[in-house]
């Protein structure tokens, strides 16, 4: 830190006590005094006594000097030196300067751990009621024919039918693998026959028993 004027005045360093600094004082007012420098015979200015006082009205208000001391631009702490200073003359520390930046230093953590659990006890949650849960129902027949629906062959027609895939073995000929428009054609391994709904030709890989085209 620049040492100030009042410090150079004392002669004491920046961080001196605050005995320290009452002790300088003491020995500069000795030195300085009109009265003094009378007997001795020297000649003097006042504005050095005027000076003297100065430096001492600052240095030993720990408030004033904490300010003159944040003007000078940084040196040791303020607040510390405050606080050793003020058990001599009963004054009340001088609290430190606010940091606006302060709570950007530690900024508070995302609580993964906390996500994790969640996950981990949602995911077995769901597990668990799946478990105890009765299958859906099967999807109600709508003769609209789609892929995997279980057809019933027309041979006559070469059309199908719907049917359900969990009914008696007899009544299902086939099962739709795809479903192409009237003008293209199936594979060569699927049967095609016209949906009867006017949906397109159905891709049908049929059972072993069944019509074929």
Request: aromatic share 6%; hydrophobic share 40%; proline share 8%.
């Amino acid at each position: 830190m620049t040492t100030g004027a009042h410090y150079r005045r004392l002669g004491v360093s920046p961080d001196a006590t605050a005995e320290q600094i009452r002790a300088a004082y003491r020995e500069a007012a000795r030195r300085h005094h009109p009265d003094a420098r009378a007997a001795r015979g020297s000649a003097g200015s006042d504005d050095e006594m005027a000076a003297i006082n100065e430096a001492w009205r600052v240095l030993s208000d720990p408030v004033a000097r904490a300010r003159y001391d944040a003007d000078l631009g940084g040196g040791s702490d303020p607040a510390q030196r405050t606080a050793t200073a003020g058990g001599a003359h009963g004054a009340q520390p001088v609290p430190p300067r606010l940091d606006p930046f302060a709570r950007y230093q530690n900024p508070p953590r995302f609580p993964w751990r906390f996500i994790l659990v969640l996950v981990g006890l949602g995911t077995v949650g769901i597990l668990v009621v799946g478990a105890l849960t009765d299958p859906g129902e099967p999807t109600p027949i709508d003769n609209v024919i789609r892929v995997g629906s279980c057809v019933a062959i027309d041979s006559v027609r070469l059309e199908v039918d719907e049917v359900a895939c969990d009914g008696p073995s007899d009544d299902v000929d086939g099962t739709v693998e795809q479903v192409v428009p009237f003008d293209a054609s199936c594979p060569q391994d699927l049967a095609g026959y016209r949906d009867r709904q006017g949906m397109g030709i159905a891709c049908v890989r049929v059972t072993a028993g069944a019509a074929a085209p």
